[in-house]
C-alpha cells in the first residue's frame, strides 16, 4: 500500500497528519509513505524529523485582503495552483503511484487532493478545526471521505453525505496523571493550580493579563500558577509581573519560556487559560478540564472562536475574545470560578464526556473500509 499526506502551514494540520501515519505504520508496517509540502514551510522540519519520506513544492495561500502587496501575492497563488504547483503534484503521484492520498488542511491538501481525484486516486480529508478550512470546503463534495474532527464542523459544508466525525488524532496517547500525582512532580503544594499559556511565541494580552491574575492569586492565598510567556515575551512578562507588584514565590509559581512537559502540567491544572487551537481543544477534552479560552484573532477564518465556541456550547470553557481582554476581565473570571467549584467541577465533567477517544484508530478503520484491507496486505 502506497500512500501520500499532504499537510502544511500549520502544526495543527501537520501534527494529524503525522498521527494518522504513525498509527498506519504501527498497524501496517509495510505501508509506503511520501508527505507533499511546502519546502520552507515548517512542515518540512516536522516530517522529516518524524522520519517521513517528504517532497517539497513551492504554492502559496491567498491572501483576503485587497492591498496591492496582497494581489500581488494572489497572481502569484493563482500561477502556482494552477500550473507549476499541479504539475509538480502530478508528477510526484505518476512517479510514487500512490493507492490513497490524505490531506489534513493547508492550501497543500487542496492541490494534491484535487489533482489525486483528477488521476482517480481514492482521497480522504480530515477537518482539525470546528470551522472548516477553505480546501476541506473545497473537497468535501468530491473525496471519498470527509473526516472530522467535532460535529460542529458540519454546519459549515454544503455536502455532508461523505462526512464521519472521528476526533483529532495524537500521535501519542496523553499520559493521564492524578491530579496530585502531577503537582507533586512539578514541585508544587497539593492545592488550586491555574496553567496558562499563549502559544509557542507567547501572547502579549494574556501575559499581561495572567501577570494582575497572578497579583490576585497571592493576595488571595494558596493557589499555584503555572505560566509559559512564550519565546518573545519574557521582558514583557517580566516587567507586567513588577508593575503588578507580584513577589517572587517559588514555592507556587512556575515560569517557563516553553512547557516541556504540557500534559503533567496539564494534569496539575484545575484551570486552564489559553488559546483556542485545535490540538489544544482536543488536549482539553481528552484530559478532561476546563478553560478560559482567548482565540487568537488573525487565526484563518476565525477558526479558533468556532473551536472555543464548540466548548462553550456544553459548558466546558468560558469564551474571552482577544478584544474583549482586559486584566480585570481575566481576573473577575477566575475569581468567580474559584468561588464556586461546584461550577468549575460541571465543567471539567463536561469537557471530560466531550472526549473522543481513540480517533487515529477510527480514522484507520475509516480508510481501511474504503481501501480494502487486502490493500494494506
Same mark, same amino acid.
Given at each position: 500500500?502506497?500512500?501520500?499526506?499532504?499537510?502544511?502551514?500549520?502544526?495543527?494540520?501537520?501534527?494529524?497528519?503525522?498521527?494518522?501515519?504513525?498509527?498506519?505504520?504501527?498497524?501496517?508496517?509495510?505501508?509506503?509513505?511520501?508527505?507533499?509540502?511546502?519546502?520552507?514551510?515548517?512542515?518540512?522540519?516536522?516530517?522529516?524529523?518524524?522520519?517521513?519520506?517528504?517532497?517539497?513544492?513551492?504554492?502559496?495561500?491567498?491572501?483576503?485582503?485587497?492591498?496591492?502587496?496582497?494581489?500581488?501575492?494572489?497572481?502569484?497563488?493563482?500561477?502556482?495552483?494552477?500550473?507549476?504547483?499541479?504539475?509538480?503534484?502530478?508528477? =510526484?503521484?505518476? /512517479?510514487?503511484?500512490?493507492?490513497?492520498?490524505?490531506?489534513? +488542511?493547508?492550501?497543500?491538501?487542496? #492541490? !494534491? @487532493? &484535487?489533482?489525486?481525484?483528477?488521476?482517480?486516486?481514492?482521497?480522504?480529508?480530515?477537518?482539525?478545526?470546528?470551522?472548516?478550512?477553505?480546501?476541506?470546503?473545497?473537497?468535501?463534495?468530491?473525496?471519498?471521505?470527509?473526516?472530522?474532527?467535532?460535529?460542529?464542523?458540519?454546519?459549515?459544508?454544503?455536502?455532508?453525505?461523505?462526512?464521519?466525525?472521528?476526533?483529532?488524532?495524537?500521535?501519542?496517547? =496523553?499520559?493521564? /496523571?492524578?491530579?496530585?500525582?502531577?503537582?507533586?512532580?512539578? +514541585?508544587?503544594?497539593?492545592?488550586? #493550580? !491555574? @496553567? &496558562?499559556?499563549?502559544?509557542?511565541?507567547?501572547?502579549?494580552?494574556?501575559?499581561?493579563?495572567?501577570?494582575?491574575?497572578?497579583?490576585?492569586?497571592?493576595?488571595?492565598?494558596?493557589?499555584?500558577?503555572?505560566?509559559?510567556?512564550?519565546?518573545?515575551?519574557?521582558?514583557?512578562?517580566?516587567?507586567?509581573?513588577?508593575?503588578?507588584?507580584?513577589?517572587?514565590?517559588?514555592?507556587?509559581?512556575?515560569?517557563?519560556?516553553?512547557?516541556?512537559?504540557?500534559?503533567?502540567?496539564?494534569?496539575?491544572?484545575?484551570?486552564?487559560?489559553?488559546?483556542?487551537?485545535?490540538?489544544?481543544?482536543?488536549?482539553?477534552?481528552?484530559?478532561?478540564?476546563?478553560?478560559?479560552?482567548?482565540?487568537?484573532?488573525?487565526?484563518?477564518?476565525?477558526?479558533?472562536?468556532?473551536?472555543?465556541?464548540?466548548?462553550?456550547?456544553?459548558?466546558?470553557?468560558?469564551?474571552?475574545?482577544?478584544?474583549?481582554?482586559?486584566?480585570?476581565?481575566?481576573?473577575?473570571?477566575?475569581?468567580?470560578?474559584?468561588?464556586?467549584?461546584?461550577?468549575?467541577?460541571?465543567?471539567?465533567?463536561?469537557?471530560?464526556?466531550?472526549?473522543?477517544?481513540?480517533?487515529?484508530?477510527?480514522?484507520?478503520?475509516?480508510?481501511?473500509?474504503?481501501?480494502?484491507?487486502?490493500?494494506?496486505?
Amino acid at each position: 500500500m502506497k500512500v501520500i499526506f499532504a499537510a502544511g502551514g500549520t502544526a495543527g494540520h501537520i501534527n494529524p497528519a503525522l498521527a494518522i501515519a504513525d498509527k498506519m505504520k504501527q498497524v501496517f508496517p509495510e505501508t509506503e509513505i511520501l508527505f507533499i509540502g511546502t519546502p520552507n514551510g515548517m512542515e518540512s522540519r516536522l516530517v522529516t524529523k518524524a522520519g517521513y519520506d517528504f517532497r517539497g513544492v513551492e504554492m502559496s495561500g491567498f491572501q483576503r485582503d485587497f492591498s496591492p502587496k496582497s494581489i500581488v501575492r494572489n497572481v502569484k497563488a493563482a500561477y502556482c495552483y494552477l500550473i507549476s504547483a499541479k504539475r509538480a503534484v502530478k508528477k =510526484i503521484i505518476k /512517479e510514487f503511484k500512490p493507492d490513497l492520498a490524505i490531506g489534513t +488542511g493547508g492550501y497543500v491538501t487542496g #492541490t !494534491v @487532493l &484535487s489533482v489525486a481525484v483528477a488521476m482517480g486516486i481514492k482521497t480522504v480529508t480530515h477537518e482539525s478545526n470546528s470551522y472548516p478550512g477553505a480546501a476541506t470546503k473545497m473537497l468535501s463534495g468530491k473525496v471519498d471521505k470527509v473526516l472530522l474532527a467535532t460535529d460542529d464542523a458540519k454546519k459549515y459544508l454544503k455536502d455532508v453525505s461523505r462526512c464521519i466525525v472521528t476526533g483529532n488524532p495524537l500521535r501519542t496517547n =496523553i499520559p493521564i /496523571e492524578e491530579r496530585s500525582a502531577a503537582r507533586k512532580r512539578l +514541585g508544587l503544594p497539593d492545592c488550586f #493550580t !491555574v @496553567l &496558562s499559556f499563549g502559544g509557542s511565541l507567547g501572547a502579549n494580552k494574556i501575559t499581561e493579563a495572567v501577570a494582575e491574575l497572578i497579583a490576585w492569586e497571592q493576595k488571595t492565598g494558596e493557589i499555584n500558577h503555572i505560566h509559559s510567556y512564550g519565546g518573545k515575551n519574557r521582558d514583557l512578562f517580566l516587567d507586567a509581573l513588577k508593575n503588578a507588584n507580584v513577589h517572587e514565590n517559588k514555592e507556587h509559581l512556575v515560569f517557563k519560556e516553553y512547557i516541556d512537559n504540557m500534559y503533567t502540567c496539564m494534569c496539575a491544572a484545575d484551570l486552564i487559560i489559553s488559546r483556542a487551537g485545535a490540538m489544544t481543544i482536543t488536549e482539553l477534552t481528552e484530559i478532561g478540564r476546563p478553560s478560559i479560552l482567548v482565540p487568537y484573532p488573525a487565526a484563518a477564518e476565525n477558526h479558533q472562536y468556532y473551536n472555543a465556541m464548540t466548548l462553550v456550547n456544553q459548558n466546558a470553557a468560558i469564551l474571552i475574545e482577544d478584544k474583549n481582554l482586559t486584566k480585570a476581565k481575566l481576573v473577575n473570571e477566575v475569581s468567580s470560578l474559584y468561588s464556586d467549584m461546584g461550577r468549575l467541577r460541571l465543567m471539567e465533567q463536561n469537557a471530560s464526556k466531550m472526549r473522543k477517544a481513540n480517533a487515529a484508530d477510527k480514522i484507520l478503520k475509516e480508510i481501511v473500509d474504503l481501501c480494502g484491507e487486502e490493500s494494506f496486505k
